[in-house]
């Protein structure tokens, strides 16, 4: 059975194809080391937007390649993509096509609406996607699959869930050689200080308890986690095998285990792993302190985010995000003085959100001595909470989505405009008003070449420039 893996691209904004989030397609290496373990071994990985692929180059690879199956994988803002992947797929032949990842999870219809798509794998797929195969191979009905939905004699059935993975440890390690690693490098990651060099991302936990209203919850809402010791071989075998020293941690939240996120560096300190280890998202600042500051630090930790979202203590509450903003600050304090890069997450124009909250906020990111921010509009993606509370016109529409990062079309009730002159406001009295930001920044780079410095430079204009659309 010729198994073909699709990662669909994300809507083109105004924005540099380089800086469009291509990295590798994680859930994929996992997907198809679970498959080789189940005995499909003619599995090839195309990502779009690595190959800057469009319809013509994707209908010449399906001629070429033949597959017996698609599974293409999407968030939603690479509906459209995904989509478009489906009807070439179809186009004069007539593979199982099936749609996994965050988009399809969460919209189902939107994905069994479409006539080129045959099933929707929800959640995690490393156990669902092996058995579905087995049942398209016994030419058998998907019936009692869990976490499957599919169309059938024109009626749409969704099986009951797969519960999730318990024991990650179960799970064979990622399939790094599907991945061109080398090429990923021209692309900017959630990392962006890794631009340029050769890295991998690695999952370490999966899930996260906490109930923000505005997030997804793909992995669940209890936490999960590898064994320091899985971590550590997982570890060891990119470095010696596969030549990688900069490690990307994508968890949801790496240290809710404490014990065990010390286990993991105090693995790396005396294994002699010489690693840089960068954290795209994937922590809870407040839970850091001194210890564990010292252990990332002896380790090779670069690179952290700390999510602020906002200083409203009234909107806090309303989306559910229960951070400490002192123990927030206290821990920045902490990263800062072992001169670990800083980067801070700010949501701003969530439903009700007035302008004098947006300030408080960019008030309360001015007083950090955080390196840079990454400023994110709030919008209503299905499966999260707050997405029930809106109005259908302020909901996302996956037929036209494409960033978070633009203000206008999400959930805010204030005009773009505003929400462009609060994201200006706060991206010029950071930057610009602040000469000993500037020189933390330069001082604490965990790379110094011209390159990143460049993208450092394009970054910071970008936030300011960047168009309002509504």
């Known amino acids: 059975m010729k198994i073909l893996l699709i990662k669909a691209a994300r809507l083109k904004s105004s924005a540099s194809r380089r800086h469009d989030g291509v990295m590798p397609p ?7 080391a679970a498959l080789k373990k189940a ?6 990985l195309l990502h779009l937007a690595l190959e800057g692929m469009g319809r013509e180059g994707l209908e010449r690879e399906l001629e070429r390649l033949k597959p017996d199956v698609v599974g293409i994988s999407a968030m939603t803002s690479e509906a459209v993509s995904m ?4 009807a070439c797929a179809k186009n004069g032949r007539n593979p199982l096509v099936v749609a996994g990842g965050a988009h ?8 069994l609406e479409d006539p080129n798509i045959d099933a929707v794998v929800r959640n995690e797929g490393e156990i669902t996607f092996p058995e579905l195969l087995a049942a398209y191979g016994r030419k058998a009905g998907f019936e009692g699959i869990k976490g499957v939905s599919y169309r059938s004699g024109g009626r749409r059935t969704d099986n009951p869930p797969r519960e999730f993975i318990e024991d990650l440890d179960t799970l064979p390690l990622p399939d790094w050689d599907l991945a061109e690693m080398g090429r990923y490098k021209d692309f900017v990651p ?8 050769r890295y991998m991302s690695v999952f370490t936990s999966r899930g996260c308890p906490y109930r923000c209203t505005y997030c997804h919850s793909i992995f669940g809402k209890r936490f999960r986690a590898h064994s320091p010791e899985r971590v550590l071989r997982e570890l060891r075998i990119l470095k010696e095998k596969y030549g990688v020293s900069n490690v990307e941690i994508s968890d949801d ?13 105090n693995g790396v300190i005396s294994g002699g792993l010489n690693l840089n280890i960068f954290f795209g998202n994937g922590l809870r600042a407040e839970l850091l302190d001194e210890e564990l500051i010292e252990l990332f630090s002896r380790a090779g930790v670069k690179y952290v985010c700390a999510a602020i979202e906002t200083a409203s203590l009234r909107l806090r509450e309303k989306i559910k995000k229960n951070a400490d903003l002192e123990k927030l600050r206290a821990a920045v304090k902490l990263l800062v003085r072992r001169r670990i890069f800083v980067n801070g997450f700010v949501m701003m124009g969530f439903p009700d959100e007035t302008v004098k909250e947006m300030l408080v906020t960019a008030r309360y990111l001015w007083s950090l001595p955080i390196h840079s921010f990454l400023l994110f509009f709030c919008r209503g993606y299905a499966g999260a909470e707050m997405c029930g509370t809106l109005p259908p016109a302020r909901r996302i ?9 633009v203000p206008g079309g999400g959930c805010s009730s204030q005009p773009a405009w505003k929400l462009l002159a609060v994201k200006q406001l706060t991206t010029a009295v950071f930057y610009f008003l602040n000469p000993a930001r500037i020189f933390r920044i330069f001082r604490d780079l965990p790379f110094r070449d011209a390159r ?10 970008v936030k300011f420039f960047s168009p309002a659309r509504r």
Do not use: E, Q
Request: with cysteine.
């Open 452 to 461: 990143l410095f460049w993208f450092l430079f394009r970054t910071m204009s």
């Open 26 to 32: 994680l859930g994929f290496l996992y997907l198809s």
């Open 39 to 44: 005995g499909y071994t003619d599995i090839t």
């Open 104 to 111: 399809p999870t969460a919209y189902v219809s939107d994905c």
């Open 190 to 197: 959630h990392s962006p200080m890794l631009y340029g060099r």
């Open 83 to 86: 989509h478009m992947a489906a």
């Open 397 to 405: 529409d996956p037929k036209t989505d494409n960033t978070c990062f």
């Open 253 to 265: 939240v790496f240290n809710l285990d404490r014990a065990r996120a010390a286990a993991v560096m």
